[in-house]
């Protein structure tokens, strides 16, 4: 599925040899929208749509993945090391939710090595299934998109022991299960929300029909930032994941029509 994602982007990217495609003469109240996993971590949602008048507009977010979902506080009095697994993240120990729940379906928690695995459990709580959560979650399109749904209705929840109740994870330490109007990474000149406003800014200004290669990351700027430069034009953005966003964009720019 990964390979196949990206030779799609790749192709996709490599239309018109590089030359930008304007961002107008799209037919009118339509909606298409694409997900892609990003930066290792998140399944990333892109939706491109057009209003009575074919004007464009794009809006990208970002769903966190079951890893964040069930983290829990070893102060808080329902968790102990014993109903919780951990991973490791940047040197820190991450506790997680020994059992969850997405679905419908039960998913017990295994540390392998520094990594988090959830599987399905069986009648006893024990590990049964031979396929990672989060794998099942990025295998296509329809799985993230469905993805994007469940965690938003409250399909995904936590639970202290196997088989008892679950609660069911509508926030995070950023407010929310999606990154978009979190605060998430609200730092700095922009932060994520202002880097996904420059981004989906410069998409409905300057086109988005462009290669890989044409985009590059710029030598800091008198402000201190290393913007990101699309052929000959400056976008705002400076995280270092702009072309995972761009391609997710284009992913979903490429199943409108064009009047």
């Given amino acids: 599925m990964i390979i196949a994602v990206t030779l799609f982007a790749f192709a996709l990217v490599a239309c018109n040899n590089g030359e930008a495609e304007t961002a107008t003469g799209f037919a009118p109240n339509q909606e298409a929208e694409a997900y892609l996993y990003i930066h290792g971590g998140y399944v990333g949602q892109a939706i491109a749509s057009t209003d009575s008048d ?3 507009s794009i809006r990208l ?4 993945m079951p890893h964040t979902l069930a983290e829990v506080d070893l102060d808080e ?18 506790r997680v939710a020994e059992y969850v729940e997405y679905d419908g379906t039960t998913y017990v928690g295994t540390t392998v090595g520094e990594s988090l695995t959830y599987v399905e459990a069986d009648e006893n709580g024990e590990p049964a299934g031979n396929q990672d959560l989060e794998l099942q979650i990025i295998y296509g399109q329809d799985s993230m998109a469905h993805y994007f749904d469940v ?19 509508t926030s995070t330490d950023y407010n929310q299960v999606t990154k978009r109007g979190s605060g998430y990474w609200d730092f ?6 202002g880097n996904i406003d420059a981004i989906e800014e410069f998409i409905t200004e300057e086109g988005f029909h462009y290669n890989l290669a044409d985009m590059q990351r710029l030598d800091e700027d008198d402000e201190g930032l290393r913007r990101w430069e699309v052929a000959d034009a400056v976008t705002g953005a400076t995280l270092s ?19």
């Fill in 188 to 193: 700095g000149e922009l932060g994520w929300q």
């Fill in 151 to 169: 965690i938003q209705n409250g399909g995904f929840g936590i639970m202290t022991e196997f088989g008892g109740d679950v609660t069911p994870v």
């Fill in 77 to 94: 009095d329902a968790w102990s090391e014993e109903n919780t697994v951990y991973y490791v993240q940047r040197g820190n120990e991450v």
């Fill in 241 to 259: 994941d702009f072309k995972d966003y761009f391609i997710n964009a284009q992913m979903a720019l490429a199943q409108l029509e064009r009047e």
């Fill in 61 to 64: 977010d970002e769903a966190f």
């Fill in 54 to 56: 074919g004007e464009l």
